[in-house]
């Protein structure tokens, strides 16, 4: 089992960790470098820690325990319009970056008013494909109440909502987090951070509840693994400009490569240890996000029918 874990320290030597976690047999899932400082998100083998810990202190770095790392969190608002994006959406998912997520913000093209709200169909494939999705509301409670039962009703992910009132009970998301509703600043004031901790708090618990369920029934190959094995045999991955070329999911990825143009090559991936090619042990298929690829990994009980 590998442990989700985030690297921070300077850029000087930064590559002897690296080498490490290659040797443990873990894994980098995304590198960021500011000036002179480097944060690295990895998958370590559990029995490892230790050693990684003793390497990051050697380098005057910090080790932590990274809960969301290798997971892919899309914030919903009923729309980009400024009355509809306040503030608290970006410092939301600034926030969950911190903790290793990888993070996307969209805007429903029907999702205003209390009374007309509405998703569309299309819109409800893409928010299934994230791991996670937060709604991100206003302030009255009648208008949450009533665009939860419109909006949230048909979707199969765990859902968080967030508002205004401290407390809501709602039928279909699987959480709520009060005390954040429209507010026209950044998010600094002591009040304010508790309620992104509380968010945190709570999609921590989300993703956890799933991670446990997966864990019943493991995936037949890592997501971690065939990151690294598309790096490694998919030339291509390395011109894209995206800061996250591969999104790790909790139970896939998102490569962003056009699907008609690479569909067969990520189908062809081998997994020379276990015997398999990539197209054998996961369902491939055109994401609604930028035409990228979105792979879903088949688990464990499935294998009978490779």
């Known amino acids: 089992m590998f442990a989700p874990m985030i690297y921070q320290g300077g850029v000087y030597q930064h590559n002897k960790i690296l080498e490490l976690v290659e040797d443990l047999g873990g894994y980098l899932i995304q ?12 998958f370590v083998p559990k029995e490892d820690i230790g050693l990684l810990e003793a390497k990051a202190n050697a380098l005057k770095g910090e080790l932590k325990y990274a809960p969301l790392a290798g997971t892919d969190i899309l914030l919903v608002i009923p729309s980009l319009a400024f009355h509809h994006m306040p503030h608290p959406s970006c410092d939301i998912a600034e926030y969950l970056r911190r903790e290793g997520a990888t993070t996307t913000l969209i805007g429903l093209s029907r999702g205003v008013g209390k009374r007309i709200a509405q998703i569309k169909e299309s819109e409800k494939k893409l928010i299934e494909e994230y791991d996670i999705a937060i709604f991100v509301m206003g302030i009255f409670d009648a208008c949450i109440i009533e665009k939860e ?9 765990p859902t968080l909502v967030t508002g205004g009132p401290e407390r809501l009970n709602l039928r279909y998301a699987n959480s709520y987090v009060g005390g954040i509703g429209r507010i026209n600043h950044r998010l600094k004031k002591e009040g304010e951070i508790k309620k992104l901790d509380d968010v945190l708090t709570s999609v921590i618990r989300l993703v956890e509840e799933r991670r446990e369920n997966i864990a019943k029934d493991p995936l037949i190959i890592e997501p971690p693994k065939i990151m690294y094995e598309i790096e490694n045999q998919v030339s291509d991955i390395k011109d894209v400009v995206s800061p996250s070329p591969i999104s790790i999911q909790i139970d896939g990825l998102r490569v962003k490569l056009p699907y008609n143009e690479y569909n067969n090559v990520i189908n062809e991936i081998r997994f020379d240890d276990e015997g398999y090619k990539l197209g054998e042990i996961a369902a491939i298929k055109p994401s609604l996000f930028r035409q990228s690829i979105l792979i879903k990994v088949r688990p464990i009980s499935d294998i009978t029918t490779i």
């Open 31 to 42: 590198k960021n470098e500011m000036q002179t400082e480097v944060s690295l998100n990895l």
């Open 149 to 157: 039962e419109k909006l949230l009703e048909d979707i199969n992910i």
